[in-house]
């Protein structure tokens, strides 16, 4: 789709779960707007051509706010539409941005409980969801292997939910970006060439799509200009 195309459709999956993003795009663009128009009027000038330039400088001030309400909202209406779904948690680690290597359900329960894991600045993360008493041995059992491989590495573990020591879904990204900055960029390669051997050895799994399986991070290009 072209970006005009793909901001449309997000407006639209946006509005779904958010009936009023379309008031608060308003409110945003008339208080911005005013705001710039503002500051442009009272900038030296006068005339027609001082007019001009506020109203203009009033309109851009107001589309930027607009913008920017319109990425919070449809932002947060995403992972309202993903809370709940199998693999929601992996959906949500592809806002990560340049620098980190996502591999989806590395490992896996009967009952749909997983293991995603992130190769990044912290090292290697491995990021669980599902119930959290099955999930125990499966984080262990992961840990064991990425560590077999991988020992000179430092290996995080996160649990997704809302329980305690879990990690609520809209706060997953940043909570792994938060885990500072352990490993170069250099030694990340490293570890994903050692990785490779380890993934050989597992069977692939298809990860359950839900309806807005890529909204997230193509949202992410579309509302910041890509």
């Known amino acids: 789709m072209s970006r005009r195309r793909q901001v449309i459709e997000t407006f639209k999956m946006t509005r779904e779960v958010d ?3 379309g008031w608060w795009m308003l409110a945003a663009f008339l208080l911005f707007g005013g705001i710039g128009f503002g500051i442009f009027w009272l900038l030296p000038g006068s005339g027609t051509i001082g007019l001009i330039m506020s109203i203009v400088g009033g309109v851009l001030l107001g589309f930027l706010g607009m913008m920017i309400v319109f990425s919070r909202r449809a932002q947060k209406a995403a992972y309202a539409r993903m809370e709940g779904q199998v693999g929601a948690g992996a959906r949500a680690l592809t806002m990560l941005r340049r620098g980190w290597k996502l591999e989806e359900v590395v490992g896996f329960t009967k009952q749909q409980d997983m293991v995603h894991r992130v190769v990044g600045p912290p090292g290697i993360v491995l990021v669980g969801e599902g119930n959290p008493n099955r999930l125990r041995p499966l984080m262990i ?17 996160v649990l997704v939910g809302s329980g305690e020591g879990q990690v609520p879904l809209p706060k997953l990204v940043k909570h792994v ?19 490779k051997a380890l993934d050989a050895q597992r069977p692939k799994v298809p990860l359950p799509r839900g309806p807005v399986p890529t909204s997230m991070k193509g949202m992410r290009g579309n509302l910041k200009g890509r």
Do not use: F, M
Not at 141 to 149: A, D, L, P
Not at 151 to 157: I, R
Not at 177 to 195: F, H, N, S, Y
């Open 19 to 21: 009936r009023a993003v």
């Open 177 to 195: 970006q938060k885990l500072g900055r352990q490993v170069k960029p250099a030694e990340q390669t490293d570890i994903l060439q050692r990785l």
């Open 141 to 157: 059992s992961e840990r064991k292997k990425h560590e077999r491989v991988a020992s000179d590495y430092p290996v995080h573990e």
